[in-house]
């Protein structure tokens, strides 16, 4: 089956790349998303990735420290699996970049659009770190100013639960699950599958939005070849 789209930005929650230990880097879990993504990549799909950073820092959940300070180490988290990510990547032979929005030149590029989209072209898969490159902003957020900055047909929302409810699963039984939902939706009912900073952003740029879980093999090949897998927001 033929790609849907020709540039998606991926989002991955830094939970994810923990795996079942649930903290740090799993790096078979990193290992498999890598592969998962160049099966995408083989079909020439241009392929940006945002990763957050909650498998080394919640900074939201702290309480004795400025929430600036927090959100920077956040961002500097999200780095750390940018790193990671770009290493699987080139060990299996696929182009990778990091770009960071707070410069750390030594080890990565400072984020420039025009780059991005150029490295993209040439088939090189770009990987955003540092989140917006500013406080206050959540991953989710820097997942969708990304994806409007570098005209992405849709943001692939990877996470560790396989659809969009309209209460956690797991506390709620009860919970529904939704095929498809409007961006309105998303905003006006707060389902938390992202803030509602990110979502707006979405919303007012007319940027599609799929949910599924990462942890299904072959589920990002799905999305990307237009399976209706998980949620499908637009």
């Not at 790096?27 to 083989?42: C, G, L, P, Q, T």
């Not at 960071?100 to 898969?125: G, Q, V």
Request: charged letters at 25%.
């Amino acid at each position: 089956m033929e790609p849907k789209y020709k540039r998606v930005l991926l989002k991955i929650s830094g939970e994810a790349l923990a795996g079942e230990t649930k903290f740090g880097i799993d790096n078979a879990m990193v290992n498999k998303i890598a592969r998962e993504v160049a099966r995408v990549h083989e079909l020439g799909v241009e392929v940006g990735i945002v990763v957050g950073g909650g498998n080394f820092w919640r900074g939201r959940t702290t309480t004795n420290m400025d929430q600036a300070t927090a959100d920077y180490m956040g961002m500097l988290a999200t780095v750390m699996n940018s790193l990671a990510l770009q290493e699987a990547f080139l060990a299996i032979g696929v182009k990778a970049r990091v770009q960071t929005a707070i410069e750390m030149t030594e080890i990565a590029e400072p984020y420039a659009r025009r780059r991005a989209i150029s490295e993209l072209e040439h088939k090189d898969i770009v990987i955003f770190g540092g989140g917006t490159g500013s406080p206050f902003f959540s991953t989710d957020t820097a997942a969708a100013l990304r994806a409007a900055e570098i005209g992405a047909d849709i943001i692939l929302l990877a996470k560790n639960i396989d659809a969009v409810y309209s209460a956690d699963p797991k506390e709620n039984p009860d919970a529904i699950k939704y095929d498809t939902l409007s961006h309105r939706d998303l905003v006006e009912r707060d389902l938390k599958v992202m803030d509602q900073t990110a979502a707006t952003l979405c919303r007012d740029n007319n940027i599609a939005i799929h949910v599924f879980a990462i942890s299904e093999d072959g589920n990002v090949l799905r999305a990307v070849q237009g399976e209706r897998i998980g949620t499908f927001i637009s």
